[in-house]
């Protein structure tokens, strides 16, 4: 059982960055696939990134290609969600998720939402044109 805490989110103008931050504790034993969703005001929840933890690989939604980072720090037991050149349309709410263990390294790059057992609380993200 795992928990997830998650932090970073704030207000920054257009082309600006922030980096989030996902904490969890609790048994994590093996690999196990982390990812990424927000969801905007009056739209559905979406995956942006995700990582498989054991050796790192990651996916990107197409929205974000290019300007998301998603990285780890198995020390820490912490994912990070690098966000560069935000626009105004990548503001909403940002969740970080833990898949169920059945989800390994490759199924991991089409992460959704039923594959997901925890949710983080969420963390707001603004962007000003």
């Known amino acids: 059982q795992v928990q997830l805490v998650e932090s970073g989110g704030g207000s920054v103008q257009a082309g600006g960055s922030l980096r989030l931050s996902c904490t969890a504790s609790g048994s994590t034993g093996g690999g196990r696939c982390m990812g990424w969703f927000r969801q905007a005001p009056g739209k559905g929840r979406e995956m942006v990134a995700a990582i498989y933890t054991d050796g790192g690989v990651t996916y990107y939604g197409d929205a974000v290609q290019g300007r998301f980072t998603t990285s780890q720090d198995n020390t820490k037991n912490t994912v990070y969600l690098q966000m560069n050149s935000l626009k105004p349309e990548d503001a909403g709410m940002y969740y970080c998720?833990?898949?169920?263990?059945?989800?390994?390294?490759?199924?991991?790059?089409?992460?959704?939402?039923?594959?997901?057992?925890?949710w983080g609380q969420g963390t707001q993200v603004t962007v000003s044109s």
């Open positions: 998720a833990a898949a169920v263990y059945g989800v390994g390294w490759f199924a991991c790059r089409y992460l959704s939402i039923s594959d997901v057992d925890t």
